[in-house]
């Protein structure tokens, strides 16, 4: 049977709501148009109140993460210490950044599908008393698994380092109160929560951060933030910005404020609540111990590779999900429950898993998936 | 909860596929222009096919009941005596439009929700040998109900009235074959099966229906289709055409060829049961006696009226479904099972039904709705 929905459910790059998608229909403009330098300062301060900061907000030309290499080279330098919460692939790439930028990386590591807590890392800092910076993931891309940035806030604030928050695949998805929890500094890319084509990079620091900033020694250019923060003064950037993301953040910004945070953040759940509902009712199992609202994470069933799912879920139903990463490739697929994915994708997502389940001859309920969904949709 | 996704599921107009969209954002053509008549010649050919006819279709600046007046206006001539089928809003239409241009109606009226048959067609016909056409609905919209246009083709081509099929709501969407069947004369607009935006009305003829035109004394001018056949023969129109519509129809029409007639039938009818499951499943009554893949009608329960079900529909839930017609407005609503609407919309579909009984506090098992599609989809 034909499809004409394509629905994207990955957890990144996510769909585009229409009216984001139609600000890049339109004739683009010179950077330096008033219009542009306008939309420019009011996304980047929606962009700080969505990140909840009153500090600045930067906007790179780049995907997620070359807001979090523009994070380690402007704050690290060769020979610091920083701790990096390794629990999935997004983990092991603060580390491998940290090893690139010359760090002296102290790893907490944890098993994919597991989580450090604030306990653990405040251990960690009492043995490392002259770390410079702690890094982890507001929700782990790889694992589906949420971080208690609050709780790793409220212990690094008690010391002399900074918190870098990788928020690529949480922000405008789950709960992140940058300047009440107490976190340093924040990257995150277009791409996920923000309803937009991956291309614009963000990172947002405050006067804790900004102090090693000012006293970097790497070498760098393109990512310099002193750069950016002197043309931020005037509205403007040293290079030129993706503009066009912009004009469409600018439109995804007003969608964002229309609905709420609170009310966004409880979609998520919601969402993430029937999917993993779903999950369940069709015998399969969750990959988390800790099943974050922003990616849902789920074990490929014995006997079976995850391409044998994600392979007919995009080229037979038109629904395109995620496979595993690293050892996991595959082991484990994934859903994202961000930016504008609602319920009726969701629901599409969880039929095409019927459907493939079926076709593997995987033994449920016909029916039982799309009902716990609207179930839980229902409570 | 926001939902992004806004379905549009009423039985026309449907929504448009991507690549239909995707044309209507390239600068408009001339529709003089070599490019534009070319794909004028093509979308022809295609519009032939899609009728099963080797006889010219010719493209209108009009919506269906443009077409509709059309047929009346070139093919009867005041005082003729025409037989109309009116089982519907629609069947209606043909005989206000038999009245407007002096006919001698005729008319075999059935309750809503049923349907003449051939043979009671063929009794009306012994008794009215002087009849010139008869008209009728492929898909009574109004009702859900489609007709036995084959049947009735049979009988009135061993005498010497035309058939004249209002095929507004089936062509594209149920099986049609014009000279296979012996159809004289189909009408039919773009805002349905075709998955275009209305305002392209349709009408081919078969020999025996062009003798009646060109025989034909009404007075006419947009709507003459003689000088529609005189500029047709070097690939023009002799008033400004949609050439907008038209070339998005070119797009519509190559996705129509990829999936094959056959299939795209097959998918209606698949379609219309898995709403058929849903609806019984949740304890509410078909309208139609014979029910047909186009539209599906569904009796609103008693102590509730249709806007009570259609206003949440689309203000809570972001998904256009239609109410009732006629003397039925607030006794019915009807979903479309047409164009591009595909498996994932009707099942979103489904959802938000379950989702407004629920808030009526009508009272059936959360998902029952969704579980019985989906079952009806893995058949």
Redesign the interface.
Known sequence: ???????LLAPGPT?L??EVRLEA?KDIYHHKHPKAKKVFQKVTEDLKWLIGTKHNVYQLASSGTGAMEAAMQNLVNPGDKVIVINAGNFGGRWSKLAKAFGANLVEIKKEWGDMASAEELEGVLKQNPDTVAVFCQLSETSTGTCCDAEGFAKVVSKTNAILVVDAVSGLGVVPLKMDEWGVDCVAAGSQKGLMLPPGLGLIAMNDKAWKLVEANKQNKFYFDLRLFQKKLEKWDTPWTPPIGIIMQADKAMELVKE?GLE??W??ST?LADGLRAAIKALGLELFSKYPGDAVTTVKVPEGFVTKQITGPFRDKYNITIAGGQGDYEEKMFRFGTMG??????E??GV?AL??VL?DLGWKF???????????E??K
Do not use: H
């Open positions: 049977m034909k499809f004409f929905n394509r629905f769909p709501p229409e229909v609905e009310n966004l409880a979609r919601k504008c994915m609602d319920m009726y994708t629901l599409a039929a019927e459907m079926k309920t016909p029916g039982a998936g799309v009902a716990a969904f609207m179930a949709m229902m």
